[in-house]
């Protein structure tokens, strides 16, 4: 049996507009494995955008919780990364690909300089490492994607969200940092 590390429990998200009361998500239970892959598929407006922003708790649900193993997110969750599929409008254009990578992050010293090495190894694993000093102007979009997508590793999470169809991770330049087995 596998242990959940996210849980997502009767979540449903009700919006009221100019015509009236909108429901995007009613009674969405599911449960999520530490080393799961999983996809939510759906047409588009059908809310899986706002599923993942209340997952990653940018966003409140009307009904339900989520939780991560076993704690209720009720507020944006550092263990919790989500890259958006318009990736190149959450990088800053006047900071190279590595200034975005650390992006958030404020360590001196010594644990800085770590950092720094940790956020060059893993634009390398990307693929990116002669790219590092580069503007996102200056990249292509495959390559500003995976720069968010290192934004997002370099914090560690224990779980990363997707918005996007189209991943870097099926890239055949981008190489994955562990064995998922």
């Known amino acids: 049996m596998t242990t959940s590390i996210l849980g997502v429990h009767g979540v449903g998200m009700t919006f009221d507009g100019a015509g009236g009361r909108h429901t995007a998500l009613e009674d969405i239970s599911f449960d999520i494995g530490a080393r799961d892959l999983v996809a939510i598929v759906g047409e588009s407006g ?46 800053l254009p006047w900071r190279n690909a590595l ?46 994607q995976r720069v968010a997508l290192a934004r997002a590793l370099i914090r560690r999470p224990r779980v990363l969200l997707s918005t996007s169809r189209s991943t870097p991770w099926t890239s055949a330049r981008a190489r994955p940092s562990r064995s998922c087995s």
């Not at 708790?57 to 339900?64: N, S, V």
């Not at 390398?124 to 990249?139: I, N, S, T, V, Y």
């Open 99 to 144: 200034d975005n990578v650390l992006f958030g992050l404020r360590p001196r010293g010594a644990e800085g300089r770590q950092l720094r090495q940790s956020a060059l190894a893993l634009l390398d694993r990307m693929g990116l490492a002669a790219d590092a000093r580069r503007f996102p102007w200056e990249l292509s979009g495959g390559m500003q």
């Open 46 to 91: 059908c809310g899986k955008t706002t599923l993942l922003r209340i997952m990653a708790g940018l966003q409140r649900p009307t009904t339900g919780d989520v939780r991560l193993a076993g704690v209720p997110i009720v507020r944006p969750e550092p263990q919790v990364c989500l890259v958006f599929q318009h990736y190149a409008a959450t990088l």
